[in-house]
């Protein structure tokens, strides 16, 4: 019996839970809306959507392969990175943005700096900034849902608000069309309603916690209110939630574990920065939208939180 | 904190069961503390119950032979936390022959409190709860202590043998606390038990009132792990909180295991020294898990054996319980006094040593008792940074293993803590 008997550190069993289980889980959540943006816009953005993923398992895969790591692609990371940029990208763009896109977010913004738990920014939404800075053609050309590709582009909700002062009836939309994803906008980004049921699924099963999602778009609401183009306290704030990436962006990208704070204090203070961040850039800068940025900036910013808001040690006050 | 899987059903219903060796492997330390020297030598003829070792020192514990027979040898022999200690072998003769008497309840009652402490210490007694300190030390406070916990929570999974005791010996462990409170001259008592363990907080009611007692708060803890640590229990029942580095002294509170309290009961009533304790042998490996009353140095093949036939090959062989207990190289170990249990896991029960680089999901953090970072600390190990690691208080970290447990990459977080503790060590001695 000897040579059989194993020995190692305790704890000597484990939660039946692994990071393939609970990347495939946020995966399954966010299904739902992708198939909203296919019924929206068409094909096109099947398409799309399946060569992104691919893309991003292909790169995972050869990098792992070439530096000889354990090739890990099963685990669900990688094909969620595809997905989440798919789903950050508009609906007509051409099939090579996804493969330039992903390959970027995998070998440059994830293999690179280490692999899974070693980058420091959110690799789909690197991609996507990689993307919207290189083609900002392609990038910002969007369509109305039901709409083929070849009609005339489409602006989205809170690029029409950037442009002049106008309310939510004169774009035509209502708070419905928001909340369903009746507008303008990312494959992934427009179906509220669907993306909040994801979020609610994996907040019933702890994947995530509010933290984020809720300092994020409290704060946003907030700004966004008090502090409009028409005068203080005049701002729209359901607008505001449901026109651009928030959803998306709170529930699914900003909570990205590897790019986010650990304590819950931290997340607080990540959430409430990129509301800041991205009222201010849909405000002042040039970009009618700013979650992605937001994000990424506060990406950089969590090692410095994790360092300044520990939780209180037992026994030391 | 975090509700772990049940396990505890596969020997909870057991009544204790008792178990005598043909040889036992009697370690010279079993405890925290200075190690003792042996007072027999090969070809003796000894008692059960006799004491074989013991050293002058402040803290340490003497060693009693657990069966009456021959001494074999002296020698070196595995140790289940050591790996390797000098140890005491006895052939077991079968008769159990002994010279002690058990004491008059006139006389228990008549016992100074310097007489009931030196008792304890003759006794052998060391915290059963699996840290070994020497219990006449903690009955000899260097603070005023006001307040008494005694531990019934045990909260890792597997174990049963302190409930058991509860179950079976409710009376007798409350005789035990009240030699303690003699010692102490505490006036508050708490009896903790966890909520997954409703026969014992029902024996226990059912004993206080039939009792003149009235004193004594039964403090009924949910069932987390690990509720059963000694700041942990402090926290949740005072509301207090042990000083970083500090000791429950500090905020005037002792805490005893039950099944101390119960060994305290027997050497003073039964002029019982400590050469056996009860233990659970589980695990799914196992035909018939049970709690036994096994002797101090029984090896552990003879108590797997005893709970056999085995159903398939060990692969793992832990001695206390899962969360914390230490895997051994071999089932020739002997038990000691500090031994909770022994889990025989079988192939599909052994984790995978593979792991992956940390996620950060934060779960971890979120769970860890005593409010630190793991992940952080398990990071920094891992680079060899171990200024970091010391930054993020890697010295308050109590081992519970409860990271490693919820961790989705399955980390080795408590080697990577545990080295990280180690090397400071090391480097701050130099």
Known sequence: MEDNLLVSFWPHIQMKDSISKIMWTVFMCLVPAGIAGVYFFGLHSLLLIFISIITAVLTEGSIQLIRKNKITIYDGTAALTGLLL??????????????????????????????????????????????????????????????????????TPLSILKEGEKTLSDIGLTYMDLFLGRRAGCIGEVAVFLLLLGALVLLFLKIITLHIPLSFIFVLAIFSWIFDKQGLFKGDVLFSIMS???????????????????????????????????FIIRRFAGYPEGVSFSILIMNAFSPLIDRIFKPPVYGKK | MVKIEKTKFLTEHKPIERFIPSTVYIPLIQHTGKPTLPLV?????????????????????????????????????????????????????????????????????????????????????????????????????????????????????????????????????????????????????????????????????????????????????????????????????????????????????VVHNVATCFAIYEAVYLNKPLYERVITVSGSCLTNPKNILARIGTPIRDLIDFCGPLKERPRKIVLGGPMMGVAQYTDEVPLIKTTTGVIVFGENEVLSLEESFCIRCGRCVKYCPVGLMPAILSLSSQSQNWQLAKEYNVFDCIECGLCGYVCPAKRNMVQYIKSAKLVLLKNERR
């Open chain 2, 41 to 253: 030598k090969a070809g003796d003829y000894v008692f059960l119950g006799q004491k074989i070792a013991d050293i002058e020192a402040n803290i340490t514990a003497p060693v009693h032979s657990s069966v009456s027979g021959k001494i074999k040898a002296i020698q070196t022999y595995h140790h289940p936390t050591l790996g390797g200690a000098t140890a005491i072998v006895v052939e077991n003769d079968g008769q159990d022959k002994t010279e002690r008497l058990p004491l008059k309840e006139e006389e228990v009652k008549n016992l100074t409190s310097k007489e009931l402490r030196l008792k304890i210490r003759e006794a052998g007694i060391v915290g059963l709860g699996g840290a070994g300190f020497p219990t006449y030390v903690k009955l000899n406070p260097p603070k005023p202590v006001d307040t008494l916990i005694v531990n019934g929570a045990e909260c890792e999974p597997y174990l049963t043998g302190d409930f058991r005791l509860m179950l079976e010996k409710t009376g007798q462990i409350i005789k035990g606390i009240e030699l303690i409170a003699r010692c102490l001259e505490v006036k508050n008592i708490y009896i903790a038990i966890e909520d997954n363990k409703p026969e014992a907080i029902r024996a226990f009611e059912k004993e206080l009132k039939s009792s003149p007692i009235t004193h004594y708060k039964l403090h009924i803890l949910k069932s987390y792990y690990p509720q059963g640590g000694e700041k942990q229990l402090i926290k949740n029942i005072l509301k207090k909180e042990v000083p970083s580095g500090g000791l429950p002294f500090d905020v005037g509170v």
């Open chain 1, 244 to 278: 651009g990436g928030v959803i998306l962006g709170a529930f699914f990208m900003a909570t990205d574990y590897v790019t986010s704070p650990l304590t819950k204090k931290g997340k607080v203070v990540f959430g409430i920065g990129c509301g800041l961040l991205t």
């Open chain 1, 86 to 155: 798919a789903y950050n990208l508009p609906p007509t763009v051409p099939f090579w943005i996804p493969i330039i896109g992903s390959f970027f977010a995998i070998a440059i913004a994830k293999q690179a700096f280490g692999g899974l738990g070693r980058n420091i920014f959110n690799p789909a939404l690197s991609a996507r900034v990689f993307l919207l800075l290189s083609w900002p053609t392609y990038m910002t050309a969007f369509v109305k849902p039901f709409g083929s590709a070849d009609t005339i582009s489409s602006a």
